[in-house]
Each structure stands twice: as C-alpha cells, then as structure tokens.
C-alpha cells in the first residue's frame, strides 16, 4: 500500500487554545465594532486572520536566535542573513528592515514622485497605500482570468502583458518601477508563472522601467511553478527562487511570511544606485544598515528560515494542508477563488451571502458569521480593504469581495481544518437567513480596514 501524506516535522512544544460560547463571541464582537482586528486574540479559538508573522520556527532556528550578535554595526548576524539572501536571489544589496511595509517605504521614499504611476499585478494594501500617500497612483494590471472565481488556470497571479504595456505606452518617462507581486495575494494567493516572469521584466525593460519583486511568498510562488509549469518539474525550489530573481531589478520582502520568522523584512538589489538611495532613508526610518529594525537574532533566525522554506518538504506540507481545506470545501459546495492558494482559501462572499447588497459589504458579513459560529476569525479582502478611490472618495466595489482564510505555517493540525470547514458549512446551510450585512459607523482615511467600526443592520 502507497503510504499517505503527513508533515515533514515533528511538534516540540505546543501553546494552548481555548473554546468560548456564542454568547461570549457575540459581546466580545459587538465590543470590537464587528471588526475582527479589534478582538483579542484570546477571544478566537483558530486564528486565520493571516499567515503573516504567526508560523512556528523550528529548533534550528530557536538556536540560531541564541546565537544573534547583537553589534550596533557590522553584526555577524546581519552577513549571516544577507549570505543567505544573497545566495537565493542573487542579490548582493541588502538593507534589512522590521517588516515588508518598511522596506516599501524605505525603497519607495527614494524612488516614488507624486503624479508617478506605479503598475503591479494587484498591489498588496500597504504597498498601495505607499504609493497613495506620496500622492503616485497603483494601477492593476492583473490578469483578467483572476477575476473569475471558477475558472480553474495554473497561473491566475499573472500580469495581463496587454494591460501592463498600455500603461507604459501612456506614461512614459513617468513609471519609476513596476511591482511584481508572488504569490498575488489580493486575488487569492495566486502564483505567477515563470514565463509570465519572464515576459513582464522584458516588457517593462523594453520600456527602460525597472522591476521591483513584491516577494512575500516568493517560495510557495516556487513551488507552484514546479508543480505545475512545464519544464521545471526536476528543478530545486532554490534553482527556481534564483532563477525567478534573476529577471528583476530589486525585491522588497515581508520575512513573516516565507522567511518563516515572526517580524522582519528586507530590501535587496544589484542596482548600486537604488541602495545608495535607500540607504538614506533606512537610517533615519529604521535604524543602521546592518540591523535596520531587526535584532541580531533575529536576523539570525531569518537566514535559517529563508533556508528551510526553500526546501521542498516544507512547502509541500504547508500547500497541501491548504489544499486538503479546498477539498473539504468543495465537497460542501462552498465556493471560494479557485484552484486553492498558496497561503490561504479566499472564499467568494458575493456568491455565498447573495441577499446581502455589496454596499452592506458581504465578505465582512461573512467573516462576522464565522466568528460568532465557531470562534474562527478569518479577514476579509474585499470592498472594505478596497478602501475609497483617492480622487473621487466613493467606495471601490469594482473588485472581488473574498472572506480570506489564511493558514499559518507549521501551527495548526488538519483536525483544525476539519473544524473550519464544518463551522463554514453551518453559516453556508443559512446563508438564505442572512439578509442584512454591516455599515461603516467610522473610517480611516488610509488603511481603513484595520480600524474601521462597523455596525450590524437589522
Ligand atoms: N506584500 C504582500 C504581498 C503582503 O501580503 C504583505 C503583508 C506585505 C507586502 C507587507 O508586509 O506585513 O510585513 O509589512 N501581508 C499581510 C497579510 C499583512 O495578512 O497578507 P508586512
């Protein structure tokens, strides 16, 4: 008999979770404003608000942390991390900063004029907010076969190569960088393609505009394409990160995600001018070049993370625990951005609560109703994270609307996923019962998904 799948580790220390009732859930919600940023999270029993910053480190990387130099300058630390970087992008600068938001603003401080537009396959939320504030404009160029919730393609992160030369067509000499973002987490943690890597770096270099790599999850956007793109079937995880940096100009990185660490980022690039220029924002936004917001140990623990993500063991586990989810999903029927991400299951709101007007906003709905069934607290990528367009300030509904459930790495059991499925597939029984969504009582002006109030209409 074949032998079945299971991890490729072992669990060494174990932290506690704890159950609560749906009157308790119900107070707690309405005391965070139907926001589920604004719970504690000792009122959530399995926590998918994200994969960001929330894995468990292995053993290796607890030691390496023990070991951190804690130098103002020159740390052992920080050339252990940039080694490593080094050697899996290719890139010899490096500036290390506390997360992947810092590294867009660093980077983007130096590089972002107002007035400049900045095209990227679905800008993650801090990097477009990045680009607003300094008064720039993010223009999607993604593929249109993302917006197709049921259309099962390989490479649904892609850039529409049609769409992107448009913009650079139409705004020449004023395109500082085109972000290239893998996974594309905004339309479902969805990979890009080798080849789509290929032709937009070509693209973009055609017109004289550099390349940034948004590379959060650049090693499950690796495993992805060896699994599924011709060619690469024999090639090592690392083989492929290397060959994926290759083509671009520079990387802004969130360490929380595939650097398996619980804070960090960095910067990394071969353009000496784009360091230089960094260099004199890292300073004063983040601290000196060889720290730049990270401690020595954790610098330390990064370089053993980004080593053992690059394997293929670790993604494998991790990806398929996503997948085992997406099929207990399909056989309730519950719909959700297909085929499954690579970090998370963005189930499509619009298509479960379909009473309730996207102006009531369904996907938060949705994560509302999921919280109070079963104490699970997923996030939702949709109308409200859109936030408003700049200019005209009305609401962006011309997106998907996803309630995101996002899976941590090396944290929770199938038995976990078991339970969220069969949480989900109660709200999905009454979805037809669900009539009425939620208002914004307040917002923020930016970003205003992390504080916004909301309230629940009878
Ligand atoms: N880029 C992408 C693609 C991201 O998903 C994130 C964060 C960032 C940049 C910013 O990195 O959080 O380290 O400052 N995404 C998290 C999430 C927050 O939940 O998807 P950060």
């Given at each position: 008999m074949e032998l079945p799948f299971a991890e490729a580790w072992k669990i060494k220390m174990v932290e506690p979770i704890k159950k609560s009732t749906r009157e308790e859930r119900e107070k707690w919600l309405a005391e965070a404003h139907n926001n589920i940023f604004m719970l504690k999270s000792e009122q959530v029993y399995i926590d998918l608000l994200t994969d960001s910053g929330t894995g468990a480190m292995s053993d290796r990387q607890w030691s390496a942390l023990m070991m951190g130099d804690e130098s103002y300058s020159g740390a052992r630390s920080f050339f252990e991390l940039k080694n490593m970087i080094t050697k899996l992008t290719g890139f010899k600068n490096v500036?290390?900063?506390?997360?992947?938001?810092?590294?867009?603003?660093?980077?983007?401080?130096?590089?972002?004029?107002?007035?400049?537009?900045?095209?990227?396959?679905?800008?993650?939320?801090?990097?477009?907010?990045?680009?607003?504030?300094?008064?720039?404009?993010?223009?999607?160029?993604?593929?249109?076969?993302?917006?197709?919730?049921?259309?099962?393609?390989?490479?649904?992160?892609?850039?529409?190569?049609?769409?992107?030369?448009?913009?650079?067509?139409?705004?020449?000499?004023?395109?500082?960088?085109?972000?290239?973002?893998?996974?594309?987490?905004?339309?479902?943690?969805?990979?890009?393609?080798?080849?789509?890597?290929?032709?937009?770096?070509?693209?973009?270099?055609?017109?004289?505009?550099?390349?940034?790599?948004?590379?959060?999850?650049?090693?499950?956007?690796?495993?992805?394409?060896?699994?599924?793109?011709?060619?690469?079937?024999?090639?090592?995880?690392?083989?492929?990160?290397k060959e994926m940096f290759s083509y671009v100009d520079g990387m802004t990185m969130s360490a929380k995600k595939d650097g398996l660490v619980n804070m960090g980022g960095f910067i990394a690039t071969n353009k000496d001018e784009w360091y230089e220029g960094a260099k004199l924002f890292c300073i004063p936004f983040e601290g000196f070049l060889t720290y730049g917001g990270m401690n020595g140990r954790d610098m330390a623990a990064l370089a053993v993370g980004l080593d053992e993500n690059t394997e293929f063991d670790m993604l494998d586990t991790r990806i398929q625990q996503v997948q085992y989810l997406a099929k207990k999903l399909d056989e309730y029927g519950i719909p959700y951005q297909r085929p499954a991400g690579g970090h998370a299951i963005f189930v499509d709101a619009d298509k479960v609560l379909t009473h309730v007007p996207k102006e009531e906003f369904p996907a938060q709905t949705l994560t509302c109703e999921l919280y109070l069934e079963a104490g699970i607290r997923a996030c939702e990528i949709g109308y409200i994270l859109a936030d408003r367009d700049p200019v005209t300030r009305e609401n962006r509904f011309g997106g998907l609307d996803f309630v995101r459930l996002c899976i941590p790495r090396r944290v929770y059991t199938n038995n976990h996923m078991d339970v969220i499925a069969a949480a989900l597939k109660n709200v999905y029984d009454r979805r037809e019962s669900i009539k009425h969504g939620v208002r914004i009582t307040w917002e923020a002006e930016l970003m205003r998904h992390f504080t916004v109030q909301l309230e629940r209409i009878k």
């Open positions: 500036i290390p900063t506390h997360q992947g938001r810092a590294a867009e603003n660093v980077l983007f401080s130096y590089l972002v004029k107002p007035g400049n537009i900045i095209p990227g396959n679905a800008h993650f939320d801090t990097t477009k907010g990045h680009i607003e504030s300094r008064k720039a404009f993010a223009i999607d160029v993604t593929t249109d076969e993302a917006k197709d919730t049921q259309l099962e393609v390989p490479f649904k992160g892609n850039v529409s190569l049609e769409k992107l030369e448009k913009v650079l067509k139409e705004n020449k000499g004023n395109v500082p960088f085109m972000v290239l973002t893998v996974t594309n987490n905004t339309v479902g943690g969805q990979p890009v393609s080798m080849k789509n890597i290929r032709e937009t770096a070509e693209l973009c270099h055609k017109y004289d505009v550099p390349v940034v790599m948004d590379s959060a999850r650049f090693a499950e956007n690796a495993y992805f394409i060896k699994t599924r793109e011709k060619g690469f079937e024999n090639k090592t995880i690392k083989e492929i990160a």
